[in-house]
Nanobody, 123 residues
Framework: QVQLVESGGGLVQAGGSLRLSCAAS????????MGWFRQAPGKEREFVAT????????YYADSVKGRFTISRDNAKNTVYLQMNNLKPEDTAVYYC????????????????WGQGTQVTVSS
């Protein structure tokens, strides 16, 4: 079992940066691929990025490619999402989640979820 807690959200102006963190409990963290999703008001939850268990491969949604970077530190049981050049359309609740599927962008293939952290980008 893995428990996930996100942090690092907040209010930022367009063009600014934020780094989200997701701390995991449990000694099995390193065997899971980890992903970030987001859900804006009135919209479906959507895939943002995912990283393999060893950190060797990353995958991104087209909307964030070149602006966001996912990384992980297995020694700290933590996965990060560095978000640069933020836009108002990035405003959403951001969730981290774990999966055993490599490179998955489908939320249905993720087993454990955090409670989410709010990111608000003002124009």
């Amino acid at each position: 079992q893995v428990q996930l807690v996100e942090s690092g959200g907040g209010l930022v102006q367009a063009g600014g940066s934020l780094r989200l963190s997701c701390a995991a409990s449990g000694r099995t963290f390193s065997i899971y691929d980890m992903g970030w999703f987001r859900q804006a008001p009135g919209k479906e939850r959507e895939f943002v990025a995912t990283i393999t268990w060893h950190g060797g491969s990353t995958y991104y949604a087209d909307s964030v490619k070149g602006r966001f970077t996912i990384s992980r530190d297995n020694a700290k049981n933590t996965v990060y999402l560095q978000m640069n050049n933020l836009k108002p359309e990035d405003t959403a609740v951001y969730y981290c989640a774990s999966t055993r599927r490599i490179g998955s962008s489908s939320q249905h293939e993720y087993e454990h979820w955090g409670q989410g952290t709010q990111v608000t980008v003002s124009s």
